[in-house]
Nanobody
Framework: VRLVESGGGLVQAGGSLRLSCVAS????????MGWYRQAPGKQRESVAT???????NYADSVKGRFTISRDNAKNTVYLQMISLKPEDTGVYYC?????????????WGQGTQVTVSS
């Protein structure tokens, strides 16, 4: 099973980016999916999560600016980011709870860099 993120890059403050994360391999089912980020010198933090039923949860710092969504048919989760701020800079990681049988296991992507310049 692999998770591959894409869509990161360099953007000016106020700009937008859309991140994608695709799960591939022996994927029998996916439960929760989410995006996490890690800024230099800081711990990894949850940005947004989405359940298999579509319920979402956001960090207070991104509410109203970020939107998480998923396409279950494509095993893909997205993060639409608008009104980006320099403090949004960091490596963004995708996480998914993936079933290979009766149990779900957490898998992480390799991360994609998001840099917001002021």
């Amino acid at each position: 099973v692999r998770l591959v993120e894409s869509g990161g890059g360099l953007v000016q403050a106020g700009g937008s980016l859309r991140l994608s994360c695709v799960a591939s391999g022996s994927v029998l089912g996916i439960n929760n999916m989410g995006w996490y980020r890690q800024a230099p010198g800081k711990q990894r933090e949850s940005v947004a999560t989405i359940t298999s039923g579509g319920s979402t949860n956001y960090a207070d710092s991104v509410k109203g600016r970020f939107t998480i969504s998923r396409d279950n048919a494509k095993n893909t989760v997205y993060l639409q980011m608008i009104s980006l701020k320099p403090e949004d800079t960091g490596v963004y990681y995708c996480k998914a709870d993936i079933s290979k049988g009766f149990l779900f296991y957490p898998y992480w992507g390799q991360g994609t860099q998001v840099t917001v310049s002021s």
